[in-house]
């Protein structure tokens, strides 16, 4: 298996606070993702980052935000979390040139 | 910018049964296509690709899809399925110049005996 790991891998949290979800790579992979799966709307992308410090955002952004000062750590911040936020939260990872993408085991979030 | 559209949100078939899952892109350019499978409670894991040449694309499982660019289409195939082949089916597409990973919204194929 990949070496990418999530955490945590589940939270609850309240409407309104700071929530952050980390995702770890030990394979040097340039290019990371993060996704959100929710019923009917299969994965969504967030945002990914193609590398240190370089992030772009994807189809459902707003609400959201990244960071990646380091190849392995890929950060998503929800930085007010709301009930619509309540979902299944995905990392990628790649190495680009059309290979393939591993995924992560996922963060489940419910926001309360 | 690229889209891929998943014809069927569920499909029911018998064991040993052939199987069909439709999926249309839409993009301008060129592009390089995946059906990834999720099984229940674990990540996603790559079935097969298609980046170039030959349009039959075989991948893991007994799997296979054919690339059609006139009708922009890639549908994945299975001639005789298992119970085991219970999962939720993804097409994604990478744009030709970019590595924006897009997916659609997923198949959820049921085996029954």
């Known amino acids: 298996d990949a070496g990418i790991t999530q955490s945590p891998r589940h939270k609850v949290t309240e409407t309104g606070t700071p929530v952050t979800l980390r995702c770890h790579q030990t394979e040097n992979h340039r290019y990371m993702y993060w996704y959100r799966q929710d019923p009917g709307h299969g994965l969504r992308l967030i945002h990914y980052s193609y590398g240190v410090k370089d992030t772009d955002k994807g189809e459902v952004s707003d609400g959201y935000s990244v960071s990646r000062s380091k190849t392995e750590d890929f950060l998503l911040t929800l930085e007010s979390a709301t009930s619509s936020q309540t979902s299944v939260y995905f990392c990628?990872?790649?190495?680009?040139?059309?290979?393939?993408?591993?995924f992560g085991q996922g963060t489940r979030l419910t926001v309360v | 910018a690229q889209s891929v559209t998943q014809l069927d949100s569920q499909v029911p078939v018998f064991e040993e049964a052939p199987v069909e899952l439709r999926c249309n892109y839409s993009?301008?350019?060129?592009?390089?296509l995946f059906w990834y499978v999720q099984y229940p409670n674990q990540g996603l894991q790559l079935l097969l690709k298609?980046?170039?040449?030959?349009?039959l694309v075989k991948g893991i499982n007994g799997f296979e899809a054919e690339f059609n660019k006139s009708q922009t289409s890639f549908h994945l195939r299975k001639p005789s399925v298992h119970i085991s082949d219970t999962a939720e089916y993804f097409c994604?597409?990478?744009?030709?110049?970019?590595?924006?990973?897009?997916f659609g919204k997923g198949t959820k194929l049921t085996v029954n005996p």
């Open positions: 298609y980046l170039s040449g030959s349009t």
């Open positions: 990628a990872i790649s190495d680009g040139g059309f290979t393939e993408a591993f």
């Open positions: 994604a597409v990478i744009q030709g110049g970019s590595e924006k990973l897009v």
């Open positions: 993009s301008s350019v060129s592009v390089y």
